[in-house]
């Protein structure tokens, strides 16, 4: 189809285009002026990224990442904070939420309900490059527009807080739980040794080895004393039977005796200490481990119970003055674009399904025949 053919169509057909396009704008004029106006008011929070937060070990980088700020758009938006809204307003029990459940016939239980129209009228803005969040929510009455916008901004406050809370709180948990067992490890280690010492006869091991080693010390000089004593025997010749023969084989017999005896006894005490020492270094490996993880256990319990957060509400809502819908003159507008795309589709459709001859052209390819003149 031409230009020349559809604007011949449109003239033909022009009071079709005509009561279409009527027709568009008054059923959206009417429908506009007799629609219940709609207010939307809109609260703003602020992300204070760069303030130093107590107990907070990692810094926050300087450029907020879009995945955070969109993470937090995802909060705000969730069932979490729409139910925290629903409890703290109590819409449960609120006699108008149940008539207009009771009207919906929804199948579903009222809270999921309730939270279903939360979402519905709440939305969020995220402007490009900042740390400001929008809450809006529209709603037929301005001041619970503002007061649900305000809600949810208080609701956001507390997931956000809980959600950084609740990791603290289950850490501290663990932790209470490992301490009770590394506690009883402690006082497990502590007992062997104990046990050890008193099984052992070992009051003060470095002492009694220090006493050992000097009497060894003692003997061996006795010792060295008593072979010259024997060799001075043995050069004079007195005989294996003399008395002081005897007497010096003897002494040396007796002293080497003893100095072996003497080694048995100082690598027993070794050998006991080597023990005790290795019960000892458990002990201290356990205290260690106890000791490091009561310290961590601190840090999470105080993480846990640090009620502050990094958000904070820039500007609260007010109750807008003015509704945000309908707005008659764009409806107005729109419903003229729409009623003349109706019109002119509609006129083309009727020329389709009952075409007549309006062109030179139509004459031979209609009813076959050549055209010879027009007057």
């Known amino acids: 189809m031409n230009l020349g053919l559809f604007l011949l169509i449109i003239r033909s057909r022009y009071l079709l285009v005509l009561f279409t396009l009527v027709l568009s704008v008054a059923t959206v004029t009417i429908l506009s002026i007799f629609a219940?106006?709609?207010?939307?008011?809109?609260?703003?929070?602020?992300?204070?990224?760069?303030?130093?937060?107590p107990l907070e070990q990692l810094g926050r980088p300087g450029?907020?990442?879009?995945?955070?700020?969109?993470?937090?758009?995802?909060?705000?938006?969730?069932?979490?904070?729409?139910?925290?809204?629903?409890?703290?307003?109590?819409?449960?029990?609120?006699?108008?939420?149940?008539?207009?459940?009771?009207?919906?016939?929804?199948?579903?239980?009222?809270e999921d309900w309730i939270i279903a129209v939360l979402l519905q009228n709440l939305f969020v803005e995220l402007p490009r490059d900042s740390r400001v969040i929008r809450i809006g929510y529209r709603a037929y009455n301005p001041e619970y527009a503002a007061d649900l916008a305000n809600a949810f901004a208080q609701a956001y406050?507390?997931?956000?807080?809980?959600l950084s809370m609740e990791p603290a709180r289950?850490?501290?948990?663990?932790?209470?739980?490992?301490?009770?067992?590394?506690?009883?490890?402690?006082?497990?280690?502590?007992?062997?040794?104990?046990?050890?010492?008193?099984?052992?006869?070992?009051?003060?091991?470095?002492?009694?080895l220090g006493n050992e080693t000097a009497r060894l010390n003692e003997l061996t000089k006795k010792y060295v004393a008593a072979q010259?004593?024997?060799?001075?025997?043995?050069?004079?010749?007195?005989?294996e039977n003399h008395p002081e023969y005897v007497r010096a084989i003897k002494q040396e017999k007796a002293l080497r005796y003893s100095i072996e005896q003497q080694k048995k006894s100082i690598l027993d005490l070794k050998q006991k200490r080597d023990e005790l020492d290795i019960l000892l270094r458990?002990?201290?490996?356990?205290?260690?481990?106890?000791?490091?993880?009561?310290?961590s256990y601190y840090q999470t319990r105080l993480e846990s119970q640090f009620n502050q957060t990094n958000i904070s509400i820039l500007n609260p809502a007010r109750p807008p003055s003015i509704?945000?819908?309908?707005?008659?003159?764009?409806?107005?507008?729109?419903s003229i674009f729409l009623g003349l795309m109706c019109g002119l589709s509609l006129a083309v459709g009727v020329e389709m399904m009952n075409r007549r001859i309006r062109t030179k052209s139509d004459v031979d390819k209609m009813l076959g025949v050549k055209l010879l003149a027009t007057v």
């Open 323 to 334: 509704p945000d819908s309908p707005n008659i003159m764009l409806n107005i507008l729109s």
């Open 282 to 295: 458990e002990v201290e490996n356990e205290r260690e481990n106890y000791e490091s993880t009561l310290r």
């Open 157 to 162: 406050v507390q997931a956000s807080l809980e």
């Open 228 to 239: 010259a004593e024997a060799y001075d025997v043995k050069s004079r010749q007195l005989g």
């Open 63 to 110: 450029q907020i990442s879009s995945s955070y700020m969109n993470t937090q758009v995802d909060i705000i938006n969730s069932r979490n904070v729409a139910k925290r809204v629903m409890g703290n307003m109590q819409m449960a029990d609120d006699p108008g939420w149940q008539n207009a459940f009771q009207e919906s016939e929804s199948a579903g239980s009222i």
């Open 170 to 208: 289950l850490s501290a948990e663990w932790f209470d739980a490992q301490l009770k067992v590394l506690r009883k490890r402690l006082e497990d280690a502590q007992a062997r040794v104990t046990d050890y010492q008193q099984e052992k006869g070992i009051v003060t091991e470095d002492e009694r």
């Open 36 to 53: 219940p106006n709609q207010y939307v008011a809109e609260t703003s929070v602020v992300l204070n990224l760069n303030r130093e937060i």
